[in-house]
């Protein structure tokens, strides 16, 4: 069973930073992309980031390069989210995710709980 573990969220001022982590277990991820989505209420869950688990080759939406950073320790079974000059607009539950396969935006299989980021003016 894939189990996907979020942490790291909390609340931070504009400008701030926060690295979010996400456990992966229940399985090895050769050939899996492993992603970092966000979601407020009343909004669709977007993409932020993700990552091939396997080589290393990330991609990010457009709003999010330059600030954010997705990177992974493949021998810890963690991908991490470094979010640097947080805005208010960044506040939503952020959601790790998994997909088997090599597109990052397509349907993703495997959902973490999700942790709370919260980013105050």
């Known amino acids: 069973q894939v189990r996907l573990v979020e942490s790291g969220g909390g609340l931070v001022q504009a400008g701030g930073s926060l690295r979010l982590s996400c456990a992966a277990s229940?399985?090895?991820?050769?050939?899996?992309?492993l992603g970092w989505f966000r979601q407020t209420p009343g909004k669709e869950r977007e993409v932020v980031a993700a990552?091939?688990?396997?080589?290393?080759?990330?991609y990010y939406a457009d709003s999010m390069q330059g600030r954010f950073t997705i990177s992974r320790d493949n021998a810890k079974f963690t991908v991490y989210l470094q979010m640097n000059s947080l805005k208010p607009e960044d506040t939503a539950v952020y959601y790790c995710a998994a997909r088997r396969g090599t597109l990052y935006t397509a349907p993703y299989d495997y959902w973490g709980q999700g942790t709370q980021v919260t980013v105050s003016s």
């Open positions: 990552i091939d688990w396997s080589g290393g080759s990330t």
């Open positions: 229940g399985r090895t991820f050769d050939n899996y992309i």
